[in-house]
């Protein structure tokens, strides 16, 4: 990635199929375009291979840079781009063992904010679906909601934390688990919007009504939160300003002005809709 600037940007993710990236997507790419750089989206589903595989390919098509949004990327190949002087940031993940300019929220209050939430609306079994534990953000989120209930004097039944794979499907079973136990819980804290509306429709499969019988809160805030019926209270990420502000890091490096590093953390949001009570 040396020479002449090819004014072309990667970005890896996951998978666009969750909304919250396409989003983080459509964010940097909205904030390249006025830059003018061109984006090349690169869905990973969290291998390690197709990232490696990804990686080469932007190096040999010379982009001047690459931003990585995945979860669970290589972290001895990130340390490699890092060794080479490639330009690369990080957003929605964090890895504080290299220093990269990095955008990320504060999954720590997010979980705290939704499962406080949870606490003062009467709630006392809070359950919470998890993504993947490997995925730092997740690891957060889940942190601040024990802490939450902790500060409420309220016991952390580790029956009542389930972990899914990043999906609709996955949320819906892990709230049928929830519900098949003999004490079923009365909230659900799911650590993203795609588990939470899974969870909704596990409860009405159920027979039984959100939020009348089980209040649910998620954790993104996409369009999905927005659409489903009741809507769906939600943790919101500052989806745009985190793409504008990775890029601007980015692009600062790409040419040499940003000698600096930077880790920025951003506060999410509780958005209180019709999912809770």
Known sequence: MTGKSTYTVGLLVPDL????????????????????FNLVICSTANNPVKESQYISLLKQKRAD?????TGLSNDSLLAELVKQ????????????????????VDDFNGGYQAASHLIKRGHKRI??????????????RIRGYRHALEEAGIPCDDELVLVSDYT??????????LLEQPAPPSAVFACNDLLAIGAVQAVREAGSRVPDDVSIVGFDNTLLATIIDPALT?????????????MDLLVGQISGEDHYKQRV????????????R
Request: hydrophobic share 50%; glycine share 8%.
């Open 17 to 36: 199929a969750n909304l919250f990236f396409a989003e983080i997507a459509r964010s940097v790419e909205d904030r390249g375009h006025e830059l003018g």
């Open 65 to 69: 840079g690459i931003i990585i949004a």
């Open 85 to 104: 002087k490639v330009p690369v940031a990080l957003i929605a993940r964090d890895m504080p063992s290299l220093t990269v300019n990095c955008v990320l």
């Open 127 to 140: 359950a919470a679906i998890a993504e993947e534990l490997r995925i730092a953000s997740s690891r957060e």
């Open 168 to 177: 609709v499907d996955g949320g819906k079973r892990c709230m049928a688990k």
């Open 234 to 246: 939600t943790i919101a990420q500052p989806i745009q300003e985190m793409g504008r502000i990775v």
């Open 265 to 276: 953390i951003l506060l999410p949001k509780l958005i209180v809709r019709g999912s809770s």
